[in-house]
C-alpha cells in the first residue's frame, strides 16, 4: 500500500484535549438547557400565580368571617355599660400599661376591626405596642380581643424589648435608634435624653408616655419559640392564647425576642 493511504499516527495528547473540549461542550450545552426549562418553569408559575383558579367558597367564607365579627363587635357595643364598668375597675386595679400584641388575623375581613389596628399601629401580625390602660383603650381591646395577646409588663420586659426591638419614626422612615443624643434631638425638650428615660417614661406611663410612643416604631417581634402552645382561637381564661394575661405577658414577650 502505498504512502497516500497510510493511516496517520494519532497523537494521545492531541486526542485528549479533543475530548476534553467535547465534554466541556456537553456540560456547557446542557447547562443551557437546564437553564432555560427551569426559566419555563418560573414562567409558568409566575403566570398561574397571577391568574389562580379561585373557589367560589374562598370568597363566601370572606363574607361570613366579616359578618361574624361585625356581628360579635356588635354585641360588644350593645353590652358597653358593663364594658364601661369593668374597664374602670380594671383600670383601678391593674397597672397603668399594657403591652398589646397581634397574634392572629393574617387577613382581616371587617373594616372597623382593620380600622382599630391601623390606629393603634398594629396593620400586620406580630406587631405589638404600648397601651395606657384606660376606659378607651380597654373598649377597643374587647373588639379586636380574638386577634391579640396583652397584659402588664415589667420593667425587665420593657427594657429588653426598648434594647433589642427599638426603633425611632425619624421623618417618616423606620430608624435605629444609634446613640442617646438621637433621643435627646427629639424628645430633649420633654426632658428625655436618653434610653432609661424613655424606658421610666414608659414604665411609669408619665406625663410623655404620648410623645414617647409617637417616637417609637411598632415593635416586630418573632413568632414565639416552640410555638403557640394552645388554641389561638381560644381565650386565655378559657385554656387558649388570645386575650388578657396579665403579668403573664412576660413569659410571651421572652419567647418572643
Not at 101 to 128: C, P, S, V, Y
Amino acid at each position: 500500500m502505498s504512502d497516500k493511504y497510510a493511516v496517520p499516527n494519532k497523537l494521545p495528547g492531541k486526542t485528549v484535549s479533543v475530548l476534553r473540549h467535547r465534554k466541556r461542550r456537553i456540560r456547557q450545552d446542557q447547562s443551557v438547557v437546564e437553564q432555560r426549562v427551569s426559566d419555563r418553569i418560573k414562567r409558568r408559575t409566575a403566570l398561574h400565580k397571577h391568574h389562580k383558579f379561585r373557589r367560589a367558597e374562598s370568597f363566601v367564607m370572606g363574607y361570613l368571617k366579616a359578618e361574624r365579627t361585625a356581628k360579635r363587635i356588635k354585641q360588644t357595643i350593645l353590652r358597653t355599660n358593663i364594658t364601661e364598668q369593668s374597664a374602670e375597675a380594671a383600670q383601678d386595679s391593674n397597672p397603668k400599661l399594657l403591652f398589646v400584641m397581634r397574634h392572629a388575623g393574617k387577613k382581616i375581613f371587617d373594616k372597623t376591626t382593620a380600622e382599630i389596628f391601623k390606629t393603634l399601629r398594629m396593620a400586620q401580625r406580630h406587631n405589638a405596642v404600648f397601651l395606657e390602660n384606660t376606659k378607651e383603650n380597654q373598649l377597643l381591646l374587647r373588639v379586636i380581643e380574638p386577634f391579640v395577646v396583652y397584659g402588664n409588663p415589667s420593667l425587665s420586659s420593657i427594657r429588653e424589648l426598648v434594647f433589642k426591638k427599638g426603633f425611632a419614626h425619624i421623618n417618616g422612615k423606620k430608624t435605629a435608634i444609634q446613640s442617646n443624643t438621637m433621643v435627646e434631638e427629639h424628645l430633649g425638650e420633654k426632658g428625655v435624653i436618653c434610653l432609661e428615660d424613655i424606658i421610666h417614661e414608659i414604665c411609669t406611663v408619665g406625663p410623655n408616655f404620648a410623645a414617647v410612643n409617637e417616637f417609637l416604631c411598632a415593635f416586630t417581634l418573632s413568632s414565639p419559640r416552640n410555638g403557640w402552645e394552645k388554641k389561638v382561637s381560644v381565650s386565655y381564661k378559657r385554656g387558649g392564647e388570645y386575650g388578657d394575661r396579665g403579668n403573664a405577658i412576660n413569659e410571651v414577650i421572652a419567647r418572643c425576642l
